[in-house]
């Protein structure tokens, strides 16, 4: 299995750096974790110490929920991942926070809708 380590830095305004390609139409799973291919991520942002937002070529958003509150990913806003065969499981990969070198689980992804702002009310 190809083996990539990929720092995804993410900025305080929401925009980071591009991964890779195209959005995958739906994402693979393996047993019942949501699997995401690692080059369809456009950008991630952390939103804070628990949640990080995945941005897919194409629309997506996936939402994973760290199990707990990871040590300083809320003020690094940056972390890497360790990528076995392409793909990103939930619950079944861990995460190195940027600068500190905490390691934290990812928890399950969950499609995400961003709320509506007030502007289109």
């Keep these: ?16 750096w591009a991964v890779a390609a195209e959005t995958s ?13 690692a080059g369809h991520i456009d950008h991630t942002t952390v ?13 997506k958003i996936w939402k994973n929920t760290l199990p707990e509150p990871c040590p300083g990913l809320k003020f690094e806003r940056a972390f890497s991942e360790e990528i076995n065969g392409d793909v990103i499981c939930s619950s079944m990969q861990m995460i ?3 600068h500190t070198g905490a390691m934290c689980s990812l928890g399950p992804f969950t499609p995400y809708t961003p709320p509506a702002s007030a502007a289109t009310k």
């Excluded at 139409?25 to 291919?37: E, F, H, I, R």
């Design 25 to 37: 139409q739906s994402p693979m799973t393996k047993s019942n974790a949501v699997c995401l291919d």
């Design 96 to 98: 190195r926070v940027m």
């Design 47 to 59: 939103v804070d110490g628990q949640t990080i937002l995945f941005y897919m070529r194409g629309g």
């Design 1 to 16: 299995m190809k083996i990539a380590l990929i720092a995804l830095a993410i900025s305080l305004g929401g925009s980071g």
